[in-house]
């Protein structure tokens, strides 16, 4: 066959490929299901009967490294085969899709298939760190504030870190903000601080979950005497 021959054969091939190709399907599964977890019935959906499956060679494919669905060519199943981790395959995206093909042949046909991937609750909120010191001169004005280190949460959407509670203490309040998706929290000063005394808080980060998660930040606040030297000439 000569290369015109060839280029022809397989124009034709893929012409007939994407000429069979179908609308996208579109199914959701929760990330962290147990594998065998059924996400949709891709035979019924293309109504193809089950039948023809395993003689027409049907498969899925997908650009990720790892296998995440397969296809019961018994039943038509789709279903997991890979552990489902949103927050690998994601991030912290808020919108979390697997874009496969499923492939038959005789004759050629391509479907597009896309899986939402639902978050879960599956990540308390952490702190960059254990312990955080504050220094603050004793004649501080009321009012004054002092950020406090920003919680991290790999959750997206409803399950994400959504405020911040402040152990109970006569000295100071929290203010809580939210700017673009984050949301940290200030030290707000209530009343006249006693000198040369130390103070322990815990800053507890919640997220939305149901039931919700939660870390702990302990606050050690270390009370200092602002010192002026005279010279006297």
């Not at 005789?106 to 308390?124: A, C, G, T």
């Not at 601080?193 to 606040?221: C, F, H, M, W, Y």
Request: charged content about 25%; hydrophobic content about 40%; proline content about 4%.
């Amino acid at each position: 066959m000569d290369f015109l021959a060839r280029f022809c054969f397989w124009a034709a091939a893929l012409l007939s490929l994407w000429a069979s190709s179908s609308g996208q399907m579109v199914y959701s599964v929760s990330e962290e299901v147990n594998k065998g977890t059924v996400v949709g019935n891709i035979a019924k959906d293309l109504n193809i009967n089950p039948h023809d499956l395993e003689p027409r060679q049907f498969q899925i494919v997908s650009g990720s490294n790892k296998k995440y669905f397969e296809v019961d060519l018994k039943t038509g199943a789709l279903f997991v085969s890979e552990r489902i981790d949103r927050e690998e395959i994601c991030a912290s995206n808020e919108k979390c899709v697997l874009n496969l093909e499923a492939l038959a042949q005789n004759p050629h046909s391509l479907y597009r298939i896309e899986v939402k991937i639902v978050d879960v609750n599956d990540n308390s909120p952490h702190f960059p760190l254990d312990t955080f010191k504050l220094s603050i001169f004793e004649h501080a004005s009321l009012g004054e504030r002092f950020p406090l280190p920003v919680a991290e949460d790999s959750d997206t959407g409803s399950n994400a870190l959504k405020e911040y509670r402040l152990s109970q203490n006569e000295y100071f309040s929290i203010d809580v903000q939210s700017d673009e998706g984050s949301v940290y929290a200030e030290l707000v000063l209530q009343k006249a601080l006693d000198r040369e005394k130390q103070s322990l808080l815990d800053l507890t980060a919640v997220d939305g979950g149901n039931p919700p998660r939660s870390g702990t930040l302990q606050i050690i606040i270390n009370v200092h005497i602002a010192v002026c030297n005279s010279i006297s000439l």
